[in-house]
């Protein structure tokens, strides 16, 4: 029987996915659920150790001899930071020690209970991987627990540090198996190499595969899932992600229904997105990328052309939709005379957080740049500056208010130059917040939450030498736009364009009402 503790039972689980088999273990009662399951397994062979500074050289000894990952278990307190001179000599010589700490409830770190001191980053860089798990309560704190666990057995060439807070009861062994726990796998990709052949077999070969590309765009999706509803038959056996954020909250939520998700990153990072993550393609996304799109020309896949007759309609759509004057306008009208003006096609477009990067996924039909790393608003302004200046191309910057003026000292810098163009969407206050569902209901949303102001950007661009424009209505925002594209400028150029938040919120909650007729 294993310990009444999941989370020691998903790393204990985990520990025999990874191939681990040799175990070393400290004596202490708060580590006794780890050393009772690491007994039971009969994958891992365990070796009784008292002193812990011996025991990291024990388990640094066996890893050396069998060039594998070795397991040294201790209780919490002290006897952790006993295993450091073990872990630092590991970590020079690229051994792949996986230390697992038993610790005390984080609620009692640092309340003068026995043992508990801050043992989560305790090795500091000696390790290159250090986790701290949770107790699971529900479905997202088990998914946060098996990928912890992952992401720390992943790493194979160093220490790694896997921190188990356990409360009381301790000794309870009345569970009969381990769980089946998802192994997340790490494969390198190269064109050369047999990985590559072999992700894109299974991928051809799935019933239901689907490719998706993160940033720097990803059009049409939003909307699409929006059509599909819950119809089940668009669900995708197998989703090759091509790492970068994803904008959609409804596209992730749909995702998360895969069966399993690939994802093809450059640095081998695990990024669990839609929460079904089973192996990392460590290598060149564009490679395999263009290795899946060969190969659909060659053999159109059904499930594919399902999905692209869906996108299809929904790119219909976008085309057709007029939308009246309003933040929406804006955005239609600066992206159909971008594409329409053949001098301005290696142009680079800067997309703001929150509104304006949701209008470039409906509208916009090439790649753009945003801050979607952790989508933060105060620095899309000086990010867009900072390309210009390095930049013999036109750059432009769409924008909205909020973030606009958080971030107004970008436009304080000699080194800007006429390549440099802002389109400033001011409906005076934050408007995504008019879009999110209950939020009406706070009386505090609109001054407080929403930052709601009266605020113009004439008086900054007067002060910083950058032409300005503004737009109050339709012929004045075509006007103002052609002027922004095809002015001859030496100083940046800024177009602001006034629009009521209420009707920006009418026209955006339209666009996708029309879109299911």
């Given at each position: 029987?294993?310990?009444?503790?999941?989370?020691?039972?998903?790393?204990?689980?985990?520990?025999?996915?990874?191939g681990v088999k040799h175990a070393v273990c400290c004596p202490g009662s708060r580590n006794s659920p780890i050393v009772h399951n690491l007994n039971e397994c009969p994958d891992i062979t365990c070796y009784p150790v008292t002193d812990e500074r011996s025991a990291?050289?024990?388990?640094?000894?066996?890893?050396?001899?069998?060039?594998?990952?070795?397991?040294?278990?201790?209780?919490?307190?002290?006897?952790?930071?006993?295993?450091?001179?073990?872990?630092?000599?590991?970590?020079?010589?690229?051994?792949?020690?996986?230390?697992?700490?038993?610790?005390?409830?984080?609620?009692?770190?640092?309340?003068?209970?026995?043992?508990?001191?801050?043992?989560?980053?305790a090795l500091g860089r000696f390790v290159s991987k250090a986790v701290s798990l949770p107790e699971p309560h529900d479905a997202e704190t088990r998914w946060y627990c098996n990928r912890l666990v992952n992401e720390a057995l992943l790493e194979k060439h160093a220490p790694v540090h896997i921190n188990v807070p356990i409360s009381e009861p301790l000794f309870d062994y009345n569970v009969a198996e381990?769980?089946?726990?998802?192994?997340?796998?790490?494969?390198?990709?190269?064109?050369?190499?047999?990985?590559?052949?072999?992700?894109?077999?299974?991928?051809?070969?799935?019933?239901?595969?689907?490719?998706?590309?993160?940033?720097?765009?990803?059009?049409?999706?939003?909307?699409?899932?929006c059509l599909i509803g819950d119809d089940e038959s668009y669900v995708p056996d197998l989703v090759l992600y091509i790492g970068g954020s994803i904008v959609s909250k409804r596209l992730k939520r749909f995702l998360r229904k895969a069966k399993e998700t690939w994802v093809v990153n450059a640095t081998g990072e695990v990024t669990d997105t839609f929460m079904n993550l089973t192996r990392v393609i460590q290598g060149d996304a564009a490679v395999v990328e263009d290795q899946i799109r060969f190969l659909l020309e060659q053999q159109p896949h059904p499930f594919i052309q399902k999905w692209e007759t869906l996108l299809s309609k929904v790119r219909a759509h976008a085309a057709a939709y007029q939308p009246p004057y309003s933040q929406m306008a804006a955005v239609k009208c600066f992206e159909a005379q971008l594409m329409f003006n053949v001098q301005w096609s290696m142009v680079n477009v800067h997309y703001a957080n929150s509104t304006a990067i949701r209008l470039a996924?409906?509208?916009a039909q090439h790649s753009v740049y945003c801050n979607r790393g952790v989508n933060g608003i105060e620095g899309s302004l000086s990010t867009a500056a900072g390309f210009s200046v390095v930049s013999e191309e036109t750059v432009f910057c769409v924008i909205g208010d909020l973030s606009f003026f958080y971030d107004q000292n970008a436009l304080w810098n000699q080194n800007l130059q006429g390549n440099f163009r802002i389109l400033l969407l001011n409906n005076g206050k934050g408007g995504i917040f008019n879009l999110l569902r209950g939020l009406e209901q706070s009386p505090a949303r609109d001054k407080y939450v929403a930052a709601e102001h009266h605020t113009s950007a004439e008086g900054i661009c007067q002060q910083n030498d950058i032409v300005y424009l503004k737009a109050e209505n339709m012929e004045q925002l075509k006007q103002g736009v052609s002027t922004l594209l095809n002015i001859n400028s030496s100083r940046p150029v800024l177009l602001e364009v006034f629009t009521d938040p209420a009707e920006d919120e009418r026209v955006y909650k339209d666009y996708y009402k029309t879109l299911k007729i």
């Open positions: 029987m294993y310990s009444s503790k999941e989370n020691v039972n998903i790393l204990t689980a985990l520990l025999v996915a990874h990291g050289f024990y388990a640094l000894g066996m890893s050396q001899c069998l060039k594998q990952p070795v397991v040294v278990c201790v209780t919490s307190g002290t006897a952790l930071l006993n295993l450091a001179p073990a872990v630092a000599e590991a970590y020079y010589q690229h051994i792949p020690l996986i230390v697992i700490s038993a610790d005390r409830p984080q609620a009692w770190i640092d309340q003068l209970d026995g043992q508990t001191l801050p043992q989560s980053d381990l769980p089946v726990e998802r192994k997340i796998e790490l494969l390198p990709a190269d064109i050369t190499n047999q990985t590559l052949s072999h992700v894109c077999r299974m991928f051809m070969q799935s019933e239901r595969p689907l490719l998706i590309a993160g940033q720097p765009m990803n059009p049409g999706y939003d909307e699409a899932v996924n409906i509208f």
